[in-house]
């Protein structure tokens, strides 16, 4: 039966997306900026918070915004967040909202300001949101929570930014420091400084870890909000599943490139194509297993039995590329 979610509260929580709508734009426009910068060679060492970080701090300001835009949009969809998470809310943000104030004091700028603004912005309305709610939701039973729907979230999101992370630490390393060697270089196949100076490592004019660094902290917070009961309208369900099926058809798009143009297999690369590719499987097949994509009785019931076979599909296309690194690059023997 497809999940619903009690009616929307729209006005306030999209008032208080706003401020995290402007941290995502603000933050990402600026890692953009200071990526080209630093890429263009107008930046030749990092200072503050940044030389500290070994990356723009802007960068993380992105993962920031993102769980809150995330929160606040999911809120105006409907959804119930309990006690529990409504504190751990605000413990983030209080954490951000600290973490933007040290951005202003050791790498001061006008846009570091509008950052702490829309930061303490995000705290209040959180915190009001959290009054707001007190008391609201209902209690589900853990029978009807999709718990390895959302281990599968939680890991996929966690695994996602810790591979964008260090992708973009690493594209800094390369450019600012040519000489340093980087710990995913094992080999001159397997490496990742040759995919990171690539077109296809910035296939947009930008790093594109900085995509994985908002999109993985929101697959993150959903797989969060699933383990806990949290239910989202159809409508939510389908577009994240869009855009999961873009990330999909990016990964493949660079898994060709890596196997055929880059002959290199990039670790943190590979990491984020283990973790995309049972995402996009579980999200499609459930969409489909729960009627949230229309298909017909028929095929839900077909769908219901195909999603327990989610790990074999995953493990097929896993064996897939395997095999395509191992005929065209030989990989195996050149590690």
Request: charged fraction near 5%.
């Amino acid at each position: 039966m497809t999940q619903t979610a009690a009616p929307a509260r729209s006005t306030p929580a999209l008032l208080a997306a706003i401020p995290a709508a402007v941290g995502v734009v603000v933050a990402l426009t600026v890692a953009i900026v200071q990526y080209a910068l630093i890429d263009g060679g107008q930046t030749k060492k990092l200072t503050g918070l940044d030389a500290f970080l070994g990356l723009p701090n802007v960068a993380i300001s992105v993962i920031l915004f993102a769980l809150f835009l995330t929160w606040f949009i999911g809120l105006a969809a409907g959804a119930l967040y309990n006690r529990a998470l409504w504190l751990g809310a605000i413990v983030v943000a209080a954490i951000g909202a600290i973490y933007e104030v040290l951005a202003v004091i050791l790498n001061f700028s006008p846009t570091a300001i509008v950052l702490v603004l829309a930061a303490i912005a995000v705290v209040l309305f959180t915190i009001l949101g959290q009054r707001g709610a007190t008391g609201d939701v209902p209690p589900v039973a853990m029978s009807d929570r999709p718990k390895a729907f959302g281990i599968v979230l939680v890991l996929a999101g966690l695994a996602g930014l810790t591979a964008a992370y260090n992708l973009s630490l690493d594209k800094v390393t390369v450019i600012l420091s040519p000489g340093s060697g980087l710990n995913c270089n094992v080999s001159i196949v397997v490496q990742c400084g040759k995919n990171l100076g690539s077109w296809q490592g910035s296939l947009f004019g930008f790093p594109n870890p900085l995509i994985g660094l908002g999109g993985y902290a929101v697959v993150l917070l959903i797989g969060v909000a699933t383990l806990t009961g949290v239910r989202y309208p159809r409508w939510w369900w389908v577009t994240f599943n869009i855009g999961v099926m873009g990330a999909t058809a990016f990964i493949c798009f660079l898994i060709y490139s890596s196997v055929f143009t880059i002959a290199t297999l990039c670790l943190w690369c590979s990491l984020v194509w283990l973790v995309t590719i049972p995402t996009f499987w579980l999200v499609t097949i459930r969409n489909l297993k729960v009627g949230n994509l229309a298909v017909g009785p028929r095929a839900t019931r077909f769908w219901s039995g195909a999603y327990s076979w989610t790990p074999i599909i995953t493990l097929v296309c896993y064996a897939i590329i395997f095999l395509l690194f191992e005929v065209v690059l030989n990989l195996l023997a050149r590690l």
